[in-house]
Each structure stands twice: as structure tokens, then as C-alpha cells.
């Protein structure tokens, strides 16, 4: 399975933007791009995922390089309840998707 | 909207008890499934289900059954509890259809094997 890298932390300033990246260099052709968040104390949460094309959502957008090795989580204007761990995950297109896997993440501490 | 409910919330065995965590759904989601998170750490699948009466295992299986009798129910049993696996256990559930979407998640039962 196509793996991904991501920092293991990142720090923002409330109500700026924030930018989460993510590489995925092994990605394949029909691999989708997912992320979820986890807040503390509290199971994951879906946020966004693409293909190809560059993606938005009223949480967030979802901004993938063209040679899809890489992808960018964003946040308009962060606030201090979007501090969580953001988890970018690769799966194939298929029926056997609904397996991710959930690597550790990026933990997004908000200053106020 | 009840989503994806999971009970207990929180447990502690002694090593060799054995005990059930309950998951269950009411969105009409086919798939459902059981992960595991450890401190600092992401979240390993455990067992998942397609269906009702069909299940199979994920990349931590060992120690852990599954069965799916209806659509709304996984249970999954730890037959005889190990310190190891003293975790924060995750039940998950997604559509039937038009996958890759959303994974619903409940909110963890942690559990403590002492």
C-alpha cells in the first residue's frame, strides 16, 4: 500500500490560514487522498478527500499537486477548535477501500 | 442523530476476563469496522465487516472475534484480555455504496487490562 509522510507537528495562529501537507510519492493512478481529524478525547472525523482535482468543502479544501505526490490540507481560518491530529491517508478505488489505514499524523496546536 | 454508539465507554479487566465492546449504527451502513489506538500512536484495523454475515480481518486481529448478525450490530470480543491490549478501541461505519466517502466514527471505549 502506497504510504504518506506528514510532519509530526504544526503550530498556527488562531484565524490564519493554515496549510497541512502531506506527500505521498507512491501514490497510485486510482489512489483517493483522505484526510481526518481527530480531536482530543474523541474518535476521527472525516474531513475531506479527492482524486485529482482540487476539492473544498464547507471544513476545508483539499489542494493536490499535479503529479498527485503530494497534497495539501487546508484550513481558511483556523480556530482554536480545530486543534487535533490530521490524519492524510491514501486507498485504492475500490470495494476494499473502507480499510484505511491511519498513520500518526500531524498534531495542529492553535495559538490563540 | 445517533450515528455510530459504542459501549462501554470505559472498562477494566484483569488479565484472562474476557468481555464484549458493542458497536452499533443506525444509518443502514454496510460496512463496519474495529480499529485500535495506542498512546502516540494512529489507529490499527483490527476486524471489519461488508455485511451482514461476512467479516474478515484487518492488520491486528489476534486476540479479538467479530461476528455481524445484523446490519446494525459488531460486536468484538476479547476472549481472554491481555495487558497488551490495553487500548482506546474505535468502531467505525460508511455507506454501502459510492466509497471512497465518509467514515463515521464513535466516540472510543477505553480499556484498561490490568
Redesign the interface.
Known sequence: DAKTTQPNSMESNEEEPVHLPCNHSTISGTD?I?W?RQLP??????VI?GLTSNVNNRMASLAIAEDRKSSTLILHRATLRDAAVY?CIL?P?S?S?????????TQLTVLP | NAGVTQTPKFQVLKTGQSMTLQCAQDMNHEYMSWYRQDPGMGLRLIHYSVGAGITDQGEVPNGYNVSRSTTEDFPLRLLSAAPSQTSVYFCASSYPQGFPGELFFGEGSRLTVL
Not at chain 1, 41 to 46: L, R
Not at chain 1, 97 to 105: M, Y
Request: glycine share 22%.
Open positions: 483517493y483522505h481526518y478525547s474523541q474518535g476521527p472525523e472525516y478527500h490524519y486507498s478505488g470495494g477501500a473502507r480499510q484505511l489505514t491511519f498513520g500518526s499524523g
